[in-house]
T-cell receptor, first 110, second 115 residues
Framework: GNSVTQMEGPVTLSEEAFLTINCTYT??????LFWYVQYPGEGLQLLLK?????DKGSNKGFEAIYRKETTSFHLEKGSVQVSDSAVYFC?????????FGKGTRLSVIA | GAVVSQHPSRVICKSGTSVKIECRSL??????MFWYRQFPKQSLMLMAT?????????EQGVEKDKFLINHASLTLSTLTVTSAHPEDSSFYIC???????????FGPGTRLTVL
């Protein structure tokens, strides 16, 4: 079945540091790939998505590239801010409900 | 666009009572909505898939008689926790699926506390 593996957290970075959160997937067919972000006490917000190989999703300085050859969708940001502190979930979907990774907690300190 | 609301955002109830949580897609129609449960510092656990006009599909291990789901319209799904017990205390999150974007949009969640 489909599955998503993302790097274990927590990740702690200083403000303006470079962020990478790794995400790899196993799927049949051609799923869409997503990154969602969850701020404390809130639901999930769609951060970015990509629907086919080599697509780049980007939003708020974050970006991820759908790599079919490595089955990866790593999340990157060049310069993180304290306000980026949250839990990030990688997910995939085709014709089935979303399959989530376990989430990576990011803490950014000033 | 693609906004999903949940009501209430927080509810405290006594053991043995029933609680209804509403999930609405505000600016789009959703034939499919999903209900999730999230434990502290964990990922989301899919409880059921709610399809408009038909019975919900429950995940293995989720009691359908305890967690009643009704998808009465293309913009509203409800989750009723019947005869709630303290172990039902959790954060419940719904999502609505927009087919044109192949994307699920999530509500802000409902914190349920059963005393």
């Amino acid at each position: 079945g489909n599955s998503v593996t993302q790097m274990e957290g927590p990740v702690t970075l200083s403000e303006e540091a470079f962020l990478t959160i790794n995400c790899t997937y196993t799927a049949t067919g051609y799923p869409s790939l997503f990154w969602y972000v969850q701020y404390p006490g809130e639901g999930l917000q769609l951060l970015l998505k990509a629907t086919k190989a080599d697509d780049k999703g980007s939003n708020k300085g974050f970006e991820a590239i759908y790599r079919k050859e490595t089955t990866s969708f790593h999340l990157e940001k060049g310069s993180v801010q304290v306000s980026d502190s949250a839990v990030y979930f990688c997910a995939l979907s085709g014709n089935t409900p979303l399959v989530f990774g376990k989430g990576t907690r990011l803490s950014v300190i000033a | 666009g693609a906004v999903v609301s949940q009501h209430p955002s927080r509810v405290i109830c006594k053991s043995g009572t029933s609680v209804k949580i509403e999930c609405r897609s505000l600016d789009f129609q959703a034939t499919t909505m999903f209900w999730y449960r999230q434990f502290p510092k964990q990922s989301l656990m899919l409880m059921a898939t709610s399809n408009e006009g038909s019975k919900a599909t429950y995940e293995q291990g989720v009691e359908k008689d305890k967690f009643l789901i009704n998808h009465a319209s293309l913009t509203l799904s409800t989750l009723t926790v019947t005869s709630a017990h303290p172990e039902d205390s959790s954060f419940y999150i719904c999502s609505a699926y927009l087919g044109s974007t192949d994307t699920q949009y999530f509500g802000p969640g409902t914190r349920l506390t059963v005393l």
